[in-house]
Each structure stands twice: as C-alpha cells, then as structure tokens.
Nanobody, 124 residues
Framework: QVQLDESGGGLVQPGDSLRLSCAASPRTFSTNVMGWFRQAPGKEREFVAAIIWNSGNTRYADSVKGRFTISRDNSKNTLNLQMNRLKPEDTGVYYC?????????????????WGQGTQVTVSS
C-alpha cells in the first residue's frame, strides 16, 4: 500500500512563495507519475501539475505555468511543488497524487493514490 504525506502548507500573502512536499512510501512503479491537485472552497478538485518520475517530464495547468515548478528528489523519494508569486485564487487544499505508467494525465480519476491534503491560504 502506497502512502503519500504532504507538508508545507500555510498562510501567506499575495506575491509570496511556498514550497509543498510529498513523501511517497514506498516509491515504486505504482508511483511513477506523481502530481498535485487542489480544491478551493465550493469548487471541484483541479489539476495543478504532474511529473513522470523516471524521465522528469512535466505538465502544468495553464493557471500556474511560469509560477509553479514541480520536481522530485530521488534521494528522499519526495515530490515537491515550488509555488511563486502566489495569488488569492491559489488558495485551497493541495493534494499529492500518484499513479503507475507514464501518462501525464490531468484526470483525478486516473490517479490511484492520494494524500490527505495540506491547506494553502493566500490572503492579505
């Protein structure tokens, strides 16, 4: 059974930066594609970014391109999301997700493993 544990959420002001991390245990072929989703209050969960662990290929939602960077740390089996120039509309619960294969899908239904989520609030 794969366990995903997110950390790094918090309250920041618009324009600030924040870094989220997700520890995957164990890190196997079942977690070759890992991603971040978020859910704002009253809205459906949406795709943010994903990465293929082996190749490093990435995919981003248009709303975060140029501001967010997804990366992985092989030595720590950790997925990261560096979020810069944060906006109030980035507020939400951020979830780490994982799936097998090599498809950088944006559909949450295609991810089989999920973390509990970490709250990110951007407010002045």
């Amino acid at each position: 059974q794969v366990q995903l544990d997110e950390s790094g959420g918090g309250l920041v002001q618009p324009g600030d930066s924040l870094r989220l991390s997700c520890a995957a245990s164990p890190r196997t072929f079942s977690t070759n594609v890992m991603g971040w989703f978020r859910q704002a209050p009253g809205k459906e969960r949406e795709f943010v970014a994903a990465i293929i662990w082996n190749s490093g290929n990435t995919r981003y939602a248009d709303s975060v391109k140029g501001r967010f960077t997804i990366s992985r740390d092989n030595s720590k089996n950790t997925l990261n999301l560096q979020m810069n120039r944060l906006k109030p509309e980035d507020t939400g619960v951020y979830y780490c997700a994982a799936r097998s294969g090599r498809l950088l899908t944006t559909r949450e239904s295609e991810y089989g493993y999920w973390g509990q989520g970490t709250q990110v609030t951007v407010s002045s």
